[in-house]
């Protein structure tokens, strides 16, 4: 049996961030995902799905999502039920979050709201947050001339099987 989803959408709110009695962090958080097709009126419309995620993931999203970010989810359906407050048994539907991926800068989300662009209104910043690279964010992503080992070669470089990685 196979049980896998992979959404991506905008958070309908900000994620709620809990702790278990034994200290496990647990989020959970709406992701509205558009469906690929219109309605009679020419309308996209979109489903609402519950999202849970746990331990450093949870903590994670709880604090760098926020009500309209973009996120992709990966994980499995999850239903079970309770018995509400009127005696009726209540029917739930979850998607456990495997991973979560932030799909936008810390900032996309709320600043195209009051600007209309998107990573920050048209000023100079790298679209993709800083925690997913491996340089410092005050440092270029280019070789100078001088440094570049390259630079001097005059003509194809020798590279022999046992220096290549595969």
């Known amino acids: 049996m196979i049980n896998r989803v992979v959404l991506v959408g905008r958070l309908t709110k900000d994620p709620e961030l809990r702790y278990t009695p034994s200290g496990v962090a647990m989020a959970r958080f709406t992701l509205a995902v558009n469906r690929t097709f219109s309605n009679q009126s020419g309308e996209r419309e979109a489903d609402f799905i519950n999202c849970v995620v746990w331990r450093k993931q949870a903590e994670n999203t709880a604090n760098f999502l926020k ?29 456990v979050a495997d991973s979560v ?11 195209r709201g009051q600007s209309g662009q998107p990573y920050g209104g048209g000023q100079q910043q790298n679209p993709y947050p800083t925690y997913q690279q491996n340089q410092p964010m005050n440092q270029q992503n280019y070789t100078r001339v001088d440094e570049d080992p390259f630079a001097n070669s005059s003509g194809p470089i020798e590279v022999s099987d046992d220096d290549l990685p595969f």
């Open 67 to 95: 009500k309209g970010s973009l996120a992709g989810v990966e994980g499995r359906i999850q239903t079970g039920s309770y018995e509400g407050q009127d005696g009726k048994r209540v029917y739930t539907t979850d998607v």
């Open 101 to 111: 991926q932030f799909l936008e800068p810390r900032n996309g989300s709320g600043d």
